[in-house]
């Protein structure tokens, strides 16, 4: 089974990095927070590597 991103809404900042670095997959949500809207648009590697490894309070999780 394939690991797909979360993001722990109540921990998000709103900073981009993640709807930045990978916008096929993250985005912003209609509560200004970032949500995985897509899981398989990228890679794993490419999520961990350019979401889950700056964002810099550690919202982003696997599942």
Not at 24 to 49: H, L
Request: one cysteine or more; a negative charge.
């Amino acid at each position: 089974m394939a690991k797909e991103p979360w993001v722990d809404q109540d921990v998000c900042i709103s900073c981009g990095l993640c709807t930045d670095n990978v916008p096929e997959v993250f985005r912003f949500a209609d509560n200004g927070k970032a949500e995985a809207y897509d899981p398989a648009g990228a890679s794993e590697d490419v999520i961990q590597r350019d979401a889950v490894d700056v964002c810099p309070v550690s919202c982003i999780h696997w599942r």
